[in-house]
Protein backbone atom coordinates (compact mmCIF):
# COMPACT_ATOMS: atom_id res chain seq x y z
CA UNK A 1 0.00 0.00 0.00
CA UNK A 2 1.31 3.23 -0.78
CA UNK A 3 0.60 6.09 0.99
CA UNK A 4 1.63 9.91 -0.12
CA UNK A 5 2.24 12.54 2.54
CA UNK A 6 1.05 15.11 0.67
CA UNK A 7 -2.19 12.93 -0.44
CA UNK A 8 -2.54 12.44 3.14
CA UNK A 9 -2.44 15.75 4.53
CA UNK A 10 -4.74 17.58 1.37
CA UNK A 11 -7.13 14.69 2.34
CA UNK A 12 -6.95 15.35 5.98
CA UNK A 13 -7.33 19.12 5.22
CA UNK A 14 -10.78 18.05 3.06
CA UNK A 15 -12.20 16.45 5.42
CA UNK A 16 -11.56 19.21 8.25
CA UNK A 17 -13.10 21.53 6.00
CA UNK A 18 -16.03 19.84 5.25
CA UNK A 19 -16.13 19.03 9.41
CA UNK A 20 -16.59 22.72 9.39
CA UNK A 21 -19.61 23.11 6.86
CA UNK A 22 -22.80 24.21 8.36
CA UNK A 23 -21.26 25.31 11.69
CA UNK A 24 -21.53 28.78 10.68
CA UNK A 25 -21.83 31.20 13.63
CA UNK A 26 -24.34 28.94 15.65
CA UNK A 27 -20.90 28.26 17.94
CA UNK A 28 -19.23 31.54 18.67
CA UNK A 29 -16.34 30.24 20.86
CA UNK A 30 -15.19 27.60 18.40
CA UNK A 31 -11.69 28.36 17.87
CA UNK A 32 -9.43 26.46 15.73
CA UNK A 33 -6.03 24.80 17.01
CA UNK A 34 -3.21 26.98 16.53
CA UNK A 35 -0.55 23.81 16.42
CA UNK A 36 -2.98 22.09 13.78
CA UNK A 37 -2.53 24.63 11.15
CA UNK A 38 1.57 24.36 11.10
CA UNK A 39 1.99 20.93 11.24
CA UNK A 40 2.79 20.55 7.86
CA UNK A 41 5.89 22.87 8.17
CA UNK A 42 6.74 21.98 11.71
CA UNK A 43 7.06 18.19 10.02
CA UNK A 44 9.05 19.93 7.17
CA UNK A 45 11.10 21.31 9.46
CA UNK A 46 11.76 18.55 11.50
CA UNK A 47 13.05 16.19 8.20
CA UNK A 48 15.00 19.17 7.04
CA UNK A 49 16.71 19.05 10.36
CA UNK A 50 17.68 15.46 10.27
CA UNK A 51 18.74 15.98 6.65
CA UNK A 52 21.17 18.78 8.15
CA UNK A 53 22.59 16.56 10.74
CA UNK A 54 23.22 13.80 8.02
CA UNK A 55 24.95 16.19 5.96
CA UNK A 56 27.14 17.70 8.78
CA UNK A 57 27.60 14.15 9.65
CA UNK A 58 29.07 13.21 6.81
CA UNK A 59 31.05 16.47 5.90
CA UNK A 60 32.87 15.59 9.28
CA UNK A 61 33.28 11.62 8.61
CA UNK A 62 34.97 12.72 5.30
CA UNK A 63 37.05 16.16 6.91
CA UNK A 64 38.56 13.48 9.50
CA UNK A 65 39.69 10.98 6.86
CA UNK A 66 41.00 13.45 4.71
CA UNK A 67 43.34 14.16 7.84
CA UNK A 68 41.79 17.20 9.26
CA UNK A 69 43.64 17.96 12.63
CA UNK A 70 41.02 20.44 13.85
CA UNK A 71 38.34 16.89 14.35
CA UNK A 72 38.73 14.09 17.05
CA UNK A 73 37.32 10.70 16.07
CA UNK A 74 34.81 11.52 19.42
CA UNK A 75 33.66 14.55 17.32
CA UNK A 76 32.63 12.73 14.36
CA UNK A 77 31.43 9.51 16.32
CA UNK A 78 28.94 11.78 18.23
CA UNK A 79 27.58 13.88 15.45
CA UNK A 80 27.27 10.56 13.04
CA UNK A 81 24.92 8.90 16.28
CA UNK A 82 23.34 12.11 16.18
CA UNK A 83 22.25 11.81 13.04
CA UNK A 84 21.73 8.09 13.23
CA UNK A 85 19.16 8.70 16.61
CA UNK A 86 17.57 11.80 14.45
CA UNK A 87 16.87 9.59 11.92
CA UNK A 88 15.66 6.64 13.65
CA UNK A 89 13.07 8.91 15.56
CA UNK A 90 12.04 10.22 12.47
CA UNK A 91 11.48 6.71 10.89
CA UNK A 92 8.93 5.77 14.67
CA UNK A 93 7.06 8.80 13.87
CA UNK A 94 6.58 7.93 10.54
CA UNK A 95 5.48 4.60 11.41
CA UNK A 96 3.26 6.18 14.49
CA UNK A 97 1.39 8.03 11.72
CA UNK A 98 0.92 5.26 9.05
CA UNK A 99 -0.17 2.95 11.77
CA UNK A 100 -3.10 6.14 13.21
CA UNK A 101 -4.01 6.62 9.45
CA UNK A 102 -4.70 3.08 9.03
CA UNK A 103 -6.78 2.58 12.20
CA UNK A 104 -8.87 5.82 10.84
CA UNK A 105 -9.05 4.03 7.41
CA UNK A 106 -10.43 0.97 9.09
CA UNK A 107 -13.00 2.55 11.36
CA UNK A 108 -17.09 1.92 10.49
CA UNK A 109 -18.73 4.99 9.54
Known sequence: MDIKAQSLYSEFQNMAA???IGLG???????????SANFADMLGKAIDT???????SKEKTMAFEMGDKSLSLADVMVAKEKS???????VQVRN???EAYKQIMNMPV
Open 18 to 20: QSK
Open 25 to 35: DSIPNLQENPS
Open 50 to 56: VNSMQLE
Open 84 to 90: SIAFEAT
Open 96 to 98: KVL
